[in-house]
């Protein structure tokens, strides 16, 4: 987390150009498992960075979405890249057998996926869309 008064700004302001382009894009249709895991560890990034926690509540269903998917793209910051204990993955990087995990992923969480992009635009002031799903 940066201290830095203006990086933190300029995170929240991304943060809040991703939020509201996910929110666009779940209100005419579905995100894709892929970008569902990657928007996740995005998201959580962009929080950290602007000076939140992956605790806390605004967050904490991307948090349990990508734990529950960290074995699956491997990528950036998250991962074997960051050592954490016990890392590994559990397929080869762009095998089948990880396409079908990561769609039946974006499947299992694509409803609490949404939910937590619209109850995160919501605390940003984020405007929904007027398409958007009850």
């Not at 382009?21 to 005419?28: H, K, S």
């Not at 948090?63 to 080869?92: C, K, M, P, Y």
């Not at 990561?102 to 002031?125: M, T, W, Y």
């Amino acid at each position: 987390m940066s201290v830095n008064g203006p990086e933190r700004e300029v995170a929240r302001a991304e943060l809040s150009a991703l939020v509201a382009a996910l929110n666009l894009r779940l209100a005419t249709g579905a995100v894709a498992g892929d970008e569902m895991i990657r928007a996740c560890r995005h998201v959580l990034d962009l929080w950290i960075d602007g000076g939140g926690a992956s605790l806390d509540d605004e967050v904490i269903a991307f948090l349990g979405i990508e734990s529950q998917s960290d074995h699956v793209l491997r990528e950036g910051s998250w991962g074997r890249a960051n050592g954490r204990d016990g890392d590994g993955t559990r397929f080869e990087p762009g095998s089948e057998a990880e396409r079908q995990e990561v769609e039946e992923i974006g499947r299992f969480f694509s409803e609490n996926f949404a939910d937590a992009i619209g109850q995160l635009a919501a605390h940003l002031g984020i405007a929904s869309p007027p398409s958007q799903r009850a």
